[in-house]
Structures are given as structure tokens and as C-alpha cells.
């Protein structure tokens, strides 16, 4: 930056006649309130985020609840030996828990991504899309959580 230019600055700062900031060098937007040239007019709200995070945690107590009726379900079954259905039913449900702890963890990821864009609003479109990318990499449906078809 030039001398005379830093110095032009510091007068117009002294005489309160500072320049408006412009962020990403968009123009500064004369519509109104109720439209952005940022987003367009798209409006985003920490209560919509908030709510849709508390809605997955709701699922997430759903499903342990039901994951624990399931195990309370168990208790009594006793040795399989001998007896096909019984080892059958434990194994789809040893499966089943499995699965239901993944979708468990899964439900907390995916509150966690929505409380915090809901906290913060700095989040960007591409890096809530990056991080829930995340979550479905990691909880993808794999044959070690599902259970691989064992041809029964």
C-alpha cells in the first residue's frame, strides 16, 4: 500500500468518513432487508436448526428405548443348543443391536452437525454438506453392521 494512500485512510477514519466494508467484494445490497445477494433470499433460522437437531435426538432415544425392550426381550433365552429358532433368533438379534447402536451414534452425529450450525449460523452450504458427508461415510450400511446374508 502506498504512503499517501495509508494516509488518506487515516484521515477518513479521523473525520469518520470511513469507507463501507465490503465482504467477498460483493456490492453492497439496496433491496432491503428482506433479501441477500449472499444467499440470495434464502433466510435461515437457529430455531429451524435447533428443532430439526432435537428431532434427531428424539430418534436417537427412540431407538435406544426400543434397542433396550429388545434386550429386556432376551433375558430367559438360555442355551441355543439343540434348538435352530433359538439360535437363529439370537443371532438376528445380536445383529439387529449392532445395527440399532450404529444408527444410535449416527442420530448423535447428525444432531450435533444440526445444533451447531444452529448455534453458530457461520457454517457455509459446503461445509455442512462436507461434514454430513462425514456422517455418511462413517454409517454407510456395510455387511459388518447389516449382517451379511448367510443364505438361511
Do not use: H
Not at 1 to 21: H, L, T, Y
Not at 55 to 65: A, D
Amino acid at each position: 500500500m502506498a504512503w499517501d494512500e495509508w494516509e488518506q485512510i487515516k484521515a477518513d477514519v479521523a473525520e469518520r468518513n470511513a469507507p463501507g466494508m465490503r465482504l467477498n467484494g460483493l456490492p453492497p445490497d439496496d433491496s432491503g432487508p428482506a433479501t441477500s445477494l449472499v444467499t440470495g433470499g434464502v433466510q435461515s433460522s437457529r430455531q429451524a436448526w435447533l428443532a430439526a437437531g432435537d428431532g434427531i435426538g428424539s430418534l436417537r432415544t427412540g431407538i435406544g428405548t426400543a434397542s433396550g425392550k429388545a434386550e429386556q426381550g432376551q433375558t430367559g433365552l438360555g442355551a441355543t443348543d439343540g434348538c435352530m429358532t433359538a439360535a437363529a433368533q439370537q443371532e438376528v438379534y445380536a445383529s439387529w443391536k449392532k445395527y440399532t447402536e450404529e444408527v444410535g451414534r449416527r442420530c448423535g452425529s447428525l444432531q450435533g452437525i444440526l445444533e451447531k450450525v444452529g448455534r453458530d449460523l457461520l457454517l457455509t452450504d459446503e461445509a455442512v454438506k462436507a461434514e454430513v458427508d462425514k456422517v455418511r461415510a462413517e454409517f454407510s450400511d456395510r455387511d459388518d453392521v447389516v449382517g451379511a446374508p448367510t443364505g438361511r
